[in-house]
C-alpha cells in the first residue's frame, strides 16, 4: 500500500475537523458581526477554510461539510433552538450560554439532526473536542451533557445502540 493510501483516512478526518471548526468560527462571526450566511461562507471559502483558531495553517477543511453545517444551521436555527432549549438543565437559557458555546451547540445539534448516516457518538466526541479548544472548564462537560441529552431526543436508542455493539 503506498503512503497517501495510509494517510488518507486520516486526512478526511482532519478535513472533517477542520470544516466544523471553520463552521462554529462562522456562525459565531455571524452572531457577533451581525453577517449573513452568504458573506460569511464567502468570506471563508476565500480566506479561511485552511487555518485554525490561532490563525495556524490546518489539513484543508472540508468546504462541503462547512457549507453544508452553517447553512444548516443558519436554515433551521429556530428548531433547533428549540431543541436545544429542551434539553438545557432547569435554570439555563440558551441566550445566556456563552456565544461560542451556543455555536457549537448549534452546529452539534444540526448534524446529529440531520447526519443520520454518522455514529452520533463520533460526532458528539467531535463538537467536545472543539468546547476543549475554545472553551475553559466547565463548559466542555455541559456541552457535552446538552449534546448527548440532544441525540437521546433526536436519535433514540443510537447511543445506546453504538455502545453495545
Not at 471559502?45 to 462541503?64: N, V, Y
Request: hydrophobic residues 45%; glycine residues 8%.
Amino acid at each position: 500500500m503506498n503512503d497517501s493510501k495510509r494517510k488518507s483516512p486520516s486526512r478526511a478526518v482532519a478535513a472533517r475537523h477542520a470544516a466544523r471548526l471553520a463552521a462554529v468560527q462562522a456562525l459565531y462571526q455571524m452572531e457577533i458581526a451581525d453577517q449573513s450566511a452568504p458573506a460569511v461562507i464567502a468570506e471563508f471559502d476565500a480566506d479561511r477554510l485552511g487555518l485554525g483558531p490561532d490563525g495556524e495553517p490546518l489539513e484543508q477543511a472540508d468546504g462541503d461539510l462547512f457549507r453544508l453545517v452553517v447553512r444548516g444551521v443558519v436554515e433551521t436555527q429556530s428548531s433547533i433552538d428549540k431543541s436545544l432549549s429542551d434539553v438545557l438543565a432547569a435554570g439555563w437559557r440558551l441566550d445566556r450560554v456563552d456565544s461560542i458555546a451556543r455555536a457549537i451547540l448549534r452546529a452539534g445539534c444540526f448534524e446529529i439532526g440531520n447526519r443520520t448516516e454518522i455514529p452520533v457518538a463520533g460526532l458528539i466526541e467531535a463538537y467536545v473536542e472543539l468546547a476543549h479548544q475554545f472553551l475553559d472548564e466547565p463548559m466542555p462537560g455541559f456541552v457535552n451533557g446538552a449534546l448527548d441529552s440532544l441525540a437521546r431526543k433526536l436519535r433514540p436508542g443510537a447511543l445506546e445502540a453504538q455502545r453495545a455493539g
